[in-house]
């Protein structure tokens, strides 16, 4: 492998696996619900902030654990008090619900850290540096893309062969009609969310020990880039979600060093400043995606009977 | 029920804003016009930090024979350029007399209209670009401006580091970094520089840690937000960047400090003051953050001192000073006497020149020691 091009398939395959954890989240919340979860990449940044305070506090063998559980129970209750008494309300109205809680948890967090930025604590091992092919990183970031198609596997597993997978996959199916066969809907959308945010959990704890610093904005970047990674897999869809994701991390990483990988092979000379679009291509390519596939590249086709 | 519940809820909020008593002196009011959130939260918190100290030290000022309760009002302009000129709105709105900010240069750039048009003069504690003041009237500032230290770090740079080629990161769409960048090309050699810009909200800065290492510079010069620095240090030590980190006063901070801390790393800054210069005042300044507890928050958590802190000490008795030869508490008759003014303080002799900067010729070096997480000094710096 091409040694100037290998640093950024490994950071784009890192970054895209933190940002399909984060996908999950919205795409299984859409599956089920119709509903663009706004809040969830403020929950992400939720957990980040918690590990920090709870690091002070405790050992890590007990504070990672108890982020994971505290995470997990904001994301039940958000559904609680936010989503569930909307059940029945047009789904706009849900919509702007989350957006609410998104903007509220941001402002929560300001008031809590007073903006600044607060330092992730080192995690043992996985924040150590090592050598992978000549080139030094570190181990998370290796370790990233794995931990992710492992949980995606369990998750997929989960949904196919246990009794609240099929629920699940019956809920998102029908909303009326399994409520009708008996299908406790509540119960299932819990475990919607209390799936979606341990992941997103996993996702902060990854995301944050290899870019340590948390802000009350922390979650607004990646969780925008998971949504159009989940659009972009087809929303709804759990391996597009994953597949779009670790699509939008690698072309990012690459636009993001293409000057470089030019200049070293020799076909340009001079800086052309291609670095400053990878933003602009995630969202560009947002906008074709919906434009010529709507439904993304794994996205289930529904035709609406009139 | 529901309306009375609604009336009492409005009452609560009626009574919360309304003054709780009154002050025997009359008071003259100084605005304090700086992020207490964003990207650059920090340095305006330890900016604000030296004028609340200097507001505890001296409270009271005499102009024109009557004693005067010298009030900091405050307004977040959350280092966001769009956020800005409300800000400076409602600090006008509250009658201050003059306004003392902001840190970090796009946020004045962008507010200096409102000041204009309100004719209330502002000063400048740290924001270095030079735009801050030649397209405002209204606006002096007491520090050094960014020609002047990116020469000096492009200097720096050759002669001390012995660098031949640079990697320069700027954030897009930032006054401050993006300036302060140019001029150090210019000063360094444009073609032995690389400059790149990253967006907004990135948190992955190892694809351009990984540039700098492939494109073969041997410096990497990134004036950015001590947020993104944070992140900078973090990826350059598990990468390996193999070159020393420059950057301007801007990453003068604690949070810089904390990061590179038992890192493998070289950081070299410009900065206002060297801790050290004053004795007796750093012992008072951090005797005071010790012992105040939302002073030592707001500082990082310990008691190093930065330099916008000292900056903004000698930034409110400037704007003391002012307001002692106007005699009047008048924004106009403020703006009128800044010109002529002439103060020395803790940072040194402090005029302002035609466009209403300051007059300084001399910049501070200082090397992050990373055992012991101190700022130790390298150099003073001047030019020309």
Known sequence: ?306 | MKKILAVALVLCLVLAVAPMAFADNPVVKIGVFEPQSGDNGAGGKQEILGMQYANQLTPTVDIDGTTYDVELVYADNASANDKAPTAAQSLISSGVSLVLGSYGSGVSIAAGDTFAAAEVPAIGVTCTNPQVTSECEVYFRICFLDPFQGTVLANFAKSELGATKAYCLAKQGDDYSGGLCNYFIDAFGKDACVYEQFPEGTSDFSTYITNAQNQGCDVFFSPVSTEAAAQIIAKADTQALGMPILAGDTWDSNVILNAAKGKDLKICVTTFYQEGADPDFDKGIKEWIKNDTTALANNGGNDELAAVTVMGFDAYYVALEALKAAGSVDPADVLETLPSLEYTGVTGKIAFDDIGDALRDSAFVKTCNTETGAWDFVTVATVG
């Open chain 1, 1 to 306: 492998m091409d040694k100037t091009i290998l640093p950024y398939l490994i950071s784009g395959v890192s970054v895209g696996g933190q940002y399909a954890l984060i996908a999950i989240g919205y795409t299984m919340v859409y599956g089920i619900l119709r509903l663009i979860n706004f809040a969830h990449g403020d929950v992400f940044m939720v957990a980040g902030l918690m590990m920090v305070y709870a690091a002070a506090a405790m050992p890590l063998s007990l504070a990672i654990p108890l982020v994971i559980i505290l995470t997990v129970l904001l994301g039940f209750t958000i559904e609680r008090v936010a989503y569930r008494p909307l059940r029945t309300a047009p789904r706009m109205s849900v919509m702007i619900s989350a957006i609410g809680v998104s903007y509220l948890l941001q402002n929560l967090a300001l008031y809590i850290t007073g903006g600044l930025n607060k330092n992730y604590p080192q995690i043992p091992w996985i924040s150590d540096r090592v050598t992978v092919l000549g080139m030094e990183t570190s181990r998370v970031t290796i370790i990233t893309p794995f931990l992710t198609v492992f949980l995606v596997v369990l998750l997929v597993l989960l949904i196919n062969h246990t009794k609240i997978g099929m629920a699940m996959r019956a809920v998102s199916l029908n909303f009326e009609t399994s409520q009708l066969m008996g299908i406790r809907i509540n119960s299932v959308i819990s475990a919607t969310f209390i799936i979606g945010t341990f992941l997103a959990a996993v996702g902060s704890m990854l995301f944050f020990t290899n870019y340590p610093g948390v802000v009350p904005t922390s979650g607004a970047m990646p969780g925008l880039k998971a949504f159009v990674a989940a659009v972009f897999g087809g929303i709804g869809s759990i391996p597009g979600a994953v597949i779009g994701a670790f699509i939008i991390g690698i072309a990012e990483s690459l636009i993001k060093g293409l000057d470089t990988i030019l200049i070293v092979n020799g076909t340009i000379t001079e800086q052309i400043g291609l670095a400053t679009f990878s933003d602009a291509f995630t969202f560009v390519l947002l906008i074709i995606i919906l434009v010529f596939k709507p439904t993304g590249l794994f996205g289930e086709k529904t035709t609406d009977k009139v």
